[in-house]
């Protein structure tokens, strides 16, 4: 089973070392949304703890991560329409084979996007105030996090298998997700219904977790709710994700 | 190995909500042989296909591939089949060896025994030269032999083709036919399916017809165009305004009304009885009734009028086309 794990992963991967117009667009998005929220929106958003790039660089890394994961929703309809899936069912193939390997492949690819993201952070002020080893877990908090939005994706995209409709559908939930949380600004400037809503976001408690490992702040509370959050959606949606292999459509 | 069962559906039914698409099929394919599932688009060979490939469950019935079951033991099915669908199945982004190579570690061959078979296969498919190109520079036929090669890295003794040159042009479509029949002659199984007539009888041992999911005829391509009734006369007259009188003067040599093309000119009977005594008496009324006959010609009916006699349609109406 390792060894198609790691036959699928270097199928996915061969895939965007040969096409790196798909890392590069996925790159320029956010370094589009940093300078916009930085240098066009920032001097009107005020937050109390830190100046705004530094409050900012952790939630837009986030929501990079989290974005990431339409390519893995892409990636899997894609499959099914194309008859590669068809293919890998008919053979004596694990029904993990493909999911991993594409879950392995994004996750590397957020990684590098998550480094670029760090470096674009410093180019325009943002530094880590708390140390290297919270940096690091920082950084591996945002990897998890786009893993286990992965997972729902993944799910979306082995259930929909069209990858126009998958694209559009990773945007619709996305967007409120990221947005109506603390992702760009601090939850208590929202109206209070809306706080409400964004306080129970799991991506704040994930960004606040990010924010306190980057930034210096709480950290054993928010670190474990958010690993618990990410783990525990890896775990519910992972193996129904699984199952749609061999389901029928 | 000739003469037993390799695939044997027994009765099987399938629905898709309120769509049948298959009720109560039964067939069989002999080991070694061709056997073609001919019908219209949306007749029910992809169903059963995919039935059989563990893709899909059956609602009910039985089917068997070398007497194993396909509903109870699926995995043991997957090793012993190849599939080739209606898509080119391959990774657009990858060459053509690493294809092959990936399938063959999925079938978890050795590296050296994936590099080899791949290398293989390669050959034997013309596609050594581009073997190293990402296939997305491949034109269509490319793909398929791709395809094809790559339902084959695990030498399986039973072939599944779905529709396997629909979309080649027609010099890709004989090179395609020249690989199923070299495999053949090597002992495999192949079940394919087809909308094209021809495509069935230049491959196929046996076919069996389908429209809206069901059997509605079985036999060799021979026998097929046998049951339609033997012979069939064929004539046009010089004097093309005469086609009509003619039609009527050789009517009663005929089992039905002959008919006639306006196009082409050209009247076709189904004679009474022996086809040679026929053509004789046809020849004979019309050289009373002082219509010269341009051309004629005694011929077997095509498969395509075998079709268009069992279903009422032909596959290209079906189609739209």
């Known amino acids: ?249 | 190995m000739s003469g037993e069962i390799a695939i044997a559906v027994e009765d099987v039914s399938k629905s898709f909500g309120k769509t049948e698409a298959l009720k109560r099929v039964s067939f069989q394919a002999m080991t070694g042989k061709v056997l073609g599932l001919l019908g219209p688009n949306g007749a029910g060979k992809t169903t059963a296909v995919r039935i059989l490939t563990t893709l899909i469950p059956l609602d009910s019935g039985n089917a068997t591939i070398q007497g194993i079951n396909v509903s109870a033991h699926g995995a043991q099915i997957r090793k012993i089949i190849g599939l080739a669908g209606q898509y080119a199945a391959v990774d657009e982004y990858l060459t053509g060896r690493e294809n092959l190579e990936l399938v063959g570690g999925l079938y978890h061959l050795a590296r050296k025994e994936a590099r080899s078979r791949s290398k293989e296969l390669l050959f034997k498919f013309d596609l050594e030269d581009a073997a190293d190109r990402q296939v997305k520079t491949y034109s269509g036929g490319m793909r398929r032999r791709l395809d094809l090669a790559a339902s084959l890295v695990n030498r399986p003794p039973v072939l599944f083709l779905d529709e396997p040159t629909t979309g080649l042009d027609p010099r890709s479509r004989i090179g395609l036919w020249d690989s199923i029949r070299s495999l053949v002659s090597e002992g495999m199984t192949v079940l394919l399916t087809t909308q094209y007539l021809e495509e069935a009888d230049q491959l196929c041992d046996n076919l069996v017809v389908i429209d809206h999911g069901q059997v509605i005829a079985n036999g060799t391509p021979d026998e097929l165009k046998t049951s339609l009734g033997g012979d069939l006369i064929e004539f046009s007259v010089i004097k093309r305004e005469l086609s009509q009188h003619a039609a009527e003067v050789v009517a009663k040599f005929a089992l039905s009304a002959p008919t006639f093309e306006s196009e082409s000119g050209q009247i076709t009977l189904r004679p009474v009885g022996d086809g040679t005594h026929s053509l004789a008496n046809l020849v004979r009324a019309l050289d009373e009734s002082g219509i010269a006959i341009a051309g004629l010609a005694l011929r077997r009916p095509s498969l395509d009028e075998v079709f268009l006699s069992l279903t009422g349609n032909s596959p290209d109406e079906a189609n739209g086309n």
């Open chain 1, 1 to 249: 089973m390792l060894y198609e794990w790691s036959l699928m992963t270097k199928r996915y991967v061969l895939r965007y070392i040969r096409v790196p117009a798909l890392v590069v667009f996925s790159i320029l998005q956010p370094i589009m949304f940093v300078v916009l929220f930085r240098y066009v929106f920032g001097g009107a958003i005020v937050v109390r703890t830190s100046n705004y790039v530094s409050y900012l660089m952790p939630g837009i890394i986030a929501q990079t991560a989290a974005f990431g994961s339409i390519a893995t929703a892409v990636g899997l309809a894609e499959d099914f329409q194309g008859g590669m899936i068809d293919r890998f069912r008919s053979m004596p193939v694990s029904t993990s084979s493909v999911l991993v390997g594409r879950l392995v492949t994004d996750t590397l690819r957020n990684i590098f996007i998550v480094l670029v993201m760090i470096v674009v952070g410093y180019l325009v002020g943002f530094r880590f105030m708390n140390g290297i080893v919270p940096a690091v877990g920082m950084a591996a908090m945002a990897v998890l996090f786009g893993l286990s939005i992965s997972c729902i994706s993944a799910l979306i995209g082995m259930k929909l298998r069209d990858p126009e409709a998958v694209q559009s559908f990773g945007l619709i939930w996305l967007f409120p997700l990221t947005f109506v949380s603390a992702a760009f600004v601090p939850v208590y400037t929202m109206p209070g219904w809306l706080q409400g809503i964004a306080k129970a976001n799991p991506v704040t408690i994930v960004i606040d977790s990010m924010r306190s490992m980057a930034l210096g702040g709480p950290l054993s509370r928010t670190t474990f709710e958010s690993l618990a959050w990410l783990i525990g959606i890896c775990v519910v949606f992972l193996p129904i994700a699984i199952r749609q292999f061999r389901r029928v459509s």
